[in-house]
């Protein structure tokens, strides 16, 4: 089992950043891609960004591509997603999961509890 408990979340204004991280624990997470999933209120959870541990390769949703950058800490054993100029639209709880790539989407695993961000126009 892999266990993962982001922070980072709150309340910023639109245009400002916000950085998340999530610390993982559990199984040896350098074969997993590792990566950040969200949620707006009334919408479908979707990919937002993720980190292949071994290789750093990165993947980005189109949304956020240029705007948010994902990272991996080997030696916190966490994966961060910093956000700048951020919209409204960003709005959501977001996830830190294990990242799978099936081709046709991303799905995740292995979920975190969630850290709401708030973005105020």
């Known amino acids: 089992q892999v266990q993962l408990v982001e922070s980072g979340g709150g309340l910023v204004q639109a245009g400002g950043s916000l950085r998340l991280s999530c610390a993982a624990s559990?199984?040896?997470?350098?074969?997993?891609?590792l990566g950040w999933f969200r949620q707006a209120p009334g919408k479908e959870r979707e990919f937002v960004a993720a980190?292949?541990?071994?290789?750093?390769?990165?993947y980005y949703s189109d949304s956020v591509k240029g705007r948010f950058t994902i990272s991996r800490d080997n030696a916190r054993n966490t994966v961060n997603l910093q956000m700048n100029s951020l919209k409204a639209e960003d709005t959501a709880v977001y996830y830190c999961?294990?990242?799978?790539?099936?081709?046709?989407?991303?799905?995740?695993?292995?979920w975190g509890q969630g850290t709401q961000v708030t973005v105020s126009s």
């Open positions: 559990g199984r040896t997470i350098s074969s997993y891609r």
């Open positions: 999961a294990v990242a799978i790539n099936a081709g046709s989407g991303w799905y995740g695993a292995y």
């Open positions: 980190i292949r541990w071994s290789d750093d390769n990165t």
